[in-house]
């Protein structure tokens, strides 16, 4: 069974940064993809960007890119967002979540973690 364990949530002045985590295991396959997904209040949940363990490869929702990062540990099976120049949108339950193969969208992903709360404050 996949686990998937976000922290490095909180609050957050706007223009500020935050570094979260997901620390994942349980994979049986060597080709997976893990991915960090948000979700505010009345709005649906987004992918914001992923990699895939097999090449590293990576992509990014374009409302993020340039602002948020996603690299891993290669030592351990850790992903972790750079979140920076954070904005009130941006305000959200963020999630990491995976897959076997890759994925881009929520219905796509097999696994979820509980989440992590990022309050954005002006």
């Known amino acids: 069974e996949v686990q998937l364990v976000e922290s490095g949530g909180g609050l957050v002045q706007a223009g500020g940064s935050l570094r979260l985590s997901c620390a994942a295991s349980?994979?049986?396959?060597?080709?997976?993809?893990i991915g960090w997904f948000r979700q505010a209040p009345g709005k649906e949940r987004e992918g914001l960007s992923c990699i895939r363990s097999s090449d590293g490869s990576t992509a990014y929702a374009t409302s993020v890119k340039g602002r948020f990062t996603i690299f891993r540990d290669n030592a351990k099976i850790s992903v972790y967002r750079q979140m920076n120049s954070l904005k009130p949108g941006d305000a959200a339950v963020y999630y990491c979540?995976?897959?076997?193969?890759?994925?881009?969208?929520?219905?796509?992903?097999?696994?979820w973690g509980k989440g992590t709360l990022v309050t954005v404050s002006t």
């Open positions: 349980g994979f049986t396959a060597d080709d997976y993809t």
């Open positions: 979540a995976a897959t076997y193969g890759s994925s881009w969208y929520p219905s796509g992903m097999d696994s």
